[in-house]
């Protein structure tokens, strides 16, 4: 896949106050560079490998670097240090490898699992209160925001979306702390996110074409 030729104009249509995290996993450090070149900063990879290859090939720009897919607890060490943002936190197991392993706190999303049935990352959406309360303690976790993915099959998006911002309230009175952000939406559904209050949209193929 390559960057597709109207980037700037799509870009300009994101709003000011979203930050679009470009899922690079369809793409080479090439087409990164084009995609750079264009104004998009902020990098999504999902998986270690590609991760720590593509990081090596661009470490000449400034990147703002996200993990957005699941990290496992193994792997974690290799590249608890190499990025600035963690969209997927999903247990304590991996909290603990960061707790051990980052040099200074790592700005964390905690992944949610909204639609229980479907998918298996994310912590369930009922957990997600207890689980936060945990994290608390953890010196190393800047604890940032949520993220989730939707159903694909499901029509309604927007109140998966709405969700998720409700949760996120819930969780900030009962523990009475601020989470600023939340990470949803992607390719085929974030402009219902953006509606229902995305502040980082995880954009893949709609930055691509054959
Ligand atoms: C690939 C990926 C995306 C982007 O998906 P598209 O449908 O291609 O926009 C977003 N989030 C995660 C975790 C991904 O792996």
Redesign the pocket.
Known sequence: MKVRNDIKEFISTIPNNVTLVA?T??VDAVEMKTLFANGVTNF?E?RVDAFLNKYDALKDLEITWHF??HLQRNKAKEVINKIDYL??LDSLKLADEIEKYRSTPLNTFVEVSINLEESKNGVPYYQTEEFIKSLLKYKKINLVGLMM?TIKESEDKESQFAKLVELKKKIETNLNIKIPYLSMG???D?FDAIKEGATHI?????LFNE
Do not use: C, F, P, V
């Open positions: 899922a996993k369809y999504g999902n957005i897919g969209h997927s993915m992607m390719s085929e974030y995880r954009l893949g193929r709609i």
